[in-house]
């Protein structure tokens, strides 16, 4: 397992953006799949975005495809979230997640229950 600890949450406008930063501690990040999970009150943990352990595959919601971008650098033990033109439903808690690595299915990245290391979430609030 790793450490994971998010960082770039805040309240930005409709149409804004948003960097989130997780930074994980453990030499084993490197054979860790990593994924973006957000939860809103009264609703599910939902899947965002997932980055494959070598950084070749990506994967990303149907509500967030085209304006989200996940991003990994295993030299700085790090995984980043850019957020474009942000929308109130984007509103949640968000969350770092990794999964011992190679999966390539989106059934199975996706899949909350299949991580074994969170962070503790960061606030993403965006008003109209």
């Known amino acids: 397992q790793v450490q994971l600890v998010e960082s770039g949450g805040g309240l930005v406008q409709a149409g804004g953006s948003l960097r989130l930063s997780c930074a994980a501690s453990g030499r084993t990040f490197i054979t860790y799949d990593m994924g973006w999970f957000r939860q809103a009150p009264g609703k599910e943990r939902e899947f965002v975005a997932a980055?494959?352990?070598?950084?070749?595959?990506?994967h990303y919601a149907d509500s967030v495809q085209g304006r989200f971008t996940i991003s990994r650098d295993n030299a700085k033990n790090a995984v980043g979230l850019q957020m474009n033109g942000l929308k109130p439903e984007d509103t949640a808690v968000y969350y770092c997640?990794?999964?011992?690595?190679?999966?390539?299915?989106?059934?199975?990245?996706?899949?909350?229950?299949?991580?074994?290391?969170w962070g503790q979430g960061t606030q993403v609030t965006v008003s109209s």
């Open positions: 980055v494959n352990v070598n950084g070749q595959s990506t």
């Open positions: 997640a990794g999964r011992r690595g190679g999966a390539t299915l989106l059934e199975i990245i996706s899949q909350a229950s299949g991580y074994d290391s």
